[in-house]
């Protein structure tokens, strides 16, 4: 996680819509932009499929444009949570995020892409401990 955010502090969250059971969130009517350019709305798709799975909910939550069902999970890079749905707002109904968030997910995929990789811990490793070894 490139942020430096306390470990402690709230996630803070978007793509959430306005609905039937969803009163007092915003409207993803107003976030349509279809001039959004291409490829920086791809990268936002893939980035919202990326996340780490934060929460697992019992019941499919539905889209607010054309009914399908879109999921049932929560994702998380660390500072920001989404729904699993909302990839499916932004590549199938031209849902644009605020730039804040673009940017921020921007941000940390280049972070990833530009660290290097240690691969001496890896290469040290030859199998397991007699410690990590199940007890018959």
Same mark, same amino acid.
């Given at each position: 996680?490139?942020?430096?955010?306390? +470990?402690?502090?709230? +996630?803070?969250? #978007?793509?959430? *819509?306005?609905?039937?059971?969803?009163?007092?969130?915003?409207?993803?009517?107003?976030?349509?932009? /279809?001039?959004?350019? $291409?490829? !920086?709305?791809?990268?936002?798709?893939?980035? +919202?499929? %990326? @996340?780490?799975?934060? %929460? $697992?909910?019992?019941?499919?939550?539905?889209?607010?444009?054309? %009914?399908?069902?879109?999921?049932? +999970?929560?994702?998380?890079?660390?500072?920001?949570? *989404?729904?699993?749905? =909302? $990839?499916?707002? #932004?590549? !199938?109904?031209?849902? %644009?995020?605020?730039?804040?968030?673009?940017?921020?997910?921007? @941000?940390?995929? !280049?972070?990833?892409?530009?660290?290097?990789?240690?691969?001496? *811990?890896?290469?040290?490793?030859? @199998? =397991? !401990?007699?410690?990590?070894? /199940?007890? /018959?």
């Amino acid at each position: 996680m490139s942020s430096n955010r306390d +470990l402690h502090e709230p +996630l803070i969250l #978007v793509g959430y *819509w306005l609905g039937p059971y969803a009163p007092g969130w915003p409207d993803p009517h107003d976030f349509v932009d /279809p001039s959004w350019d $291409a490829f !920086e709305r791809q990268q936002m798709v893939y980035y +919202l499929k %990326r @996340g780490m799975t934060a %929460r $697992a909910f019992m019941g499919l939550s539905e889209c607010r444009f054309c %009914r399908q069902r879109v999921g049932a +999970l929560e994702f998380s890079d660390g500072v920001y949570i *989404w729904p699993e749905g =909302l $990839a499916h707002y #932004v590549s !199938e109904h031209d849902v %644009r995020l605020p730039a804040v968030f673009v940017d921020h997910a921007a @941000g940390m995929t !280049e972070s990833l892409e530009a660290r290097s990789v240690d691969r001496s *811990w890896w290469a040290t490793q030859s @199998g =397991l !401990e007699p410690t990590d070894r /199940p007890v /018959p």
